[in-house]
């Protein structure tokens, strides 16, 4: 049995939710997410219930669910550090361009769902969908990763580096 799967996800006002065949779609403020679905749905007034005969794809689809409702009403966002002597980042159109010591600055296509802002060395993905979120910001990580001396590079913002030791000067004739 699925413990996340049992629990019914509220559906919060201004949020609506349409099921057909394999898809749901659900609507609110922050905008409109689809997803396949391989569980049964049933709706009720103010809840929906997830029912399905396979526990892992029971709590699976239970879980997408309530990250779409979440996503349609708050949102979801995601914060990055540049951490390095001229690195720099800032946003042109639809495109994140990021300056971080090639020779050429790194640019990145923003999907239209998705929106960035920069803010000194701070990067702030956000949006609706979670996975989208996680996946962009990934995305910018992987650009330039921290490197394991001085630490500079893209780091999410609570992410912990752990720094190893350079070398180490050995005294001759001791």
Not at 6 to 12: G, H
Not at 61 to 69: C, H, K, P
Not at 136 to 159: L, Q, S, V, W
Request: hydrophobic share 40%; aromatic share 4%.
């Amino acid at each position: 049995m699925s413990r996340i799967g049992k629990k019914p996800i509220e559906i919060p006002q201004g949020v609506e939710i349409k099921f057909d065949k394999n898809f749901i779609v659900v609507k609110g403020p922050k905008g409109e997410l689809k997803q396949e679905i391989k569980a049964e749905v049933q709706i009720d007034k103010d809840k929906i219930l997830v029912k399905s005969d396979n526990s892992a794809v029971w709590g699976l689809s239970r879980s997408l669910i309530a990250n779409m409702v979440e996503g349609v009403v708050n949102g979801f966002s995601k914060q990055l550090k540049i951490v390095g002597i001229g690195y720099s980042a800032q946003v042109k159109e639809n495109k994140l361009i990021m300056k971080l010591g090639f020779s050429h600055p790194v640019e990145i296509e923003i999907p239209k769902d998705i929106e960035i802002r920069v803010e000194k060395n701070i990067i702030t993905i956000s949006g609706a969908d979670k996975q989208l979120v996680g996946q962009i910001a990934a995305k910018i990580r992987d650009t330039k990763k921290p490197e394991p001396y001085k630490g500079k590079g893209i780091r999410y913002m609570r992410e912990i580096i752990k720094l190893k030791p350079g070398k180490k000067a050995i005294g001759v004739g001791a």
